[in-house]
């Protein structure tokens, strides 16, 4: 059977699909990721077939804050508002329609959407008559549970956390509208038809129910699959700085903020180095995008390296609360401490802390290195927080996300095995 799954976004958008992909793959089906062209290595590394998407500028949309928020005040480059990420996306749309219903058409059987570019690909599985399937990071769909998880806002009760999960719908359907009427008359596909889908189009969510509990509320057809890890490169091993660093002390602590570009980077390294100082602990920090750099007897920077096989070696994890880093730091079984900075950043923050693995969150825009220190101390010394993490991440072991979503799609697609199918192009 040949699968395509398409996605679009950052880093953490893209990679947990590569352990998807190879699950299927391992299963006899034919597998082609369809994303942006910088992730193509990462894919194809994978095992899977690559399909270009031209949607880098909307990929890398939100990423970076030149706006001066936070302890990275006068740095370069701009982070989207929710309003300007809903223009971009508008101006967008149509391109992004027609990349995407070039992906589904290019021999698919099964199609697989991220919550990324599923009002799309929704279109475009009608259009076709292709069975599909959404693979989802977040819990997006409205419940009484909890408020939206890409506004930063309390609890306000069952019936509002409802009413504000249906405005946040409405704000992502008005910025993928100009694509859904555009795809709409190419394919000549009738709203009624596209409503009906809707209604009952199955979605499976890539993480696990010991972290978000499925809502009660939820319609059938909505399920919580359990994580599906990231496709990790065989026979990795740290270069020899990195080895030698953490065998040369006790284990130190990860500062990493994934694909955010937070302002001064120079500024930012200096309050990291304080922090790490004050809170009397060994340091690595990823310069990914934010392009750190701190040094010192008790600190080093390194550039990619895989989360499953650096996280267990830390005596705890600071990061942005982006799904994927959140998800790598509960497998590794450490405490975290979370700097959220914007969309569903804050909700993953918050389900670290109400899980017992973190003493709480620091939102990015009131960093300062005395907090970061204090919070840093906590993780890595009150024993509650590392037994809580351990027990999380003993449950996760438990689980199997990717095969969940294997069987729903072989079930969906009549059991066809798709024995001695290549990985595709």
């Known amino acids: 059977m040949h699968i395509l799954i398409a996605t679009a976004g950052s880093h953490g958008d893209v990679a947990p699909y590569t352990g998807l992909g190879a699950r299927l793959h ?151 509208a100009p694509g859904v009427r555009h795809l709409q008359r190419r394919l000549g596909v009738r709203q009624d038809a596209l409503e009906r889908r809707r209604a009952t189009w199955p979605v499976h969510h890539g993480f696990s129910p010991a972290v978000v509990p499925r809502p009660a509320d939820w319609r059938p057809g909505m399920e919580v699959a359990g994580y599906w890890w990231p496709s990790e490169a065989p026979g990795w091993t740290p270069e020899s700085r990195l080895a030698d660093f953490l065998q040369a002390g006790p284990p130190p602590v990860f500062v990493g903020f994934g694909s955010m570009a937070p302002g001064d980077p120079e500024r930012l390294g200096r309050l990291l180095a304080r922090a790490l100082r004050l809170a009397g602990v060994r340091g690595v920090v990823q310069s990914s995008w934010a392009g750190l750099s ?18 267990p070696q830390m005596a705890a994890v600071i990061h942005h609360a982006g799904a994927g880093t959140t998800a790598a730091g509960l497998r590794a079984g450490v405490p975290a401490v979370p700097v959220p900075m914007m969309l569903d950043q804050p909700f993953w923050a918050s389900r670290l802390t109400s899980l017992g693995v973190s003493p709480g969150r620091l939102p990015f825009q009131r960093l300062t290195a005395e907090n970061l220190a204090a919070a840093v101390r906590k993780a890595v010394h009150d024993p509650r927080y590392r037994h809580r993490a351990r027990q999380v991440a003993a449950l996760l072991g438990t689980e199997d996300g990717a095969g969940r979503v294997l069987t729903a799609v072989e079930q969906l697609a009549g059991g066809d095995s798709g024995e001695g199918q290549g990985p595709g192009r």
């Open 26 to 176: 391992r299963a006899g089906h034919r597998v082609v990721m369809a994303t942006h062209a910088r992730s193509a290595a990462l894919v194809r590394r994978s095992g899977l077939g690559f399909h270009p998407l031209p949607l880098d500028r909307y990929a890398t949309s939100g990423t970076d804050d030149t706006r001066g928020h936070g302890p990275g005040k006068g740095g370069q480059g701009a982070r989207l508002s929710k309003v300007e990420q809903v223009q971009l996306a508008r101006e967008l749309a149509p391109q992004m329609a027609d990349a995407v219903t070039e992906a589904c058409a290019s021999g698919a059987e099964v199609l697989l959407f991220s919550s990324s570019l599923a009002p799309l690909g929704l279109v475009a599985a009608e259009g076709l008559q292709l069975p599909s399937v959404g693979v989802f990071l977040q819990p997006l769909e409205p419940t009484r549970e909890f408020p939206p998880v890409i506004f930063d806002m309390p609890s306000w009760g069952p019936f509002a956390n409802r009413a504000l999960g249906r405005c946040a719908q409405s704000l992502l359907a008005r910025a993928f």
């Open 294 to 311: 701190v040094e010192g007897d008790d600190v080093l920077t390194v550039g990619e390296v895989p989360h499953a096989q650096l996280f």
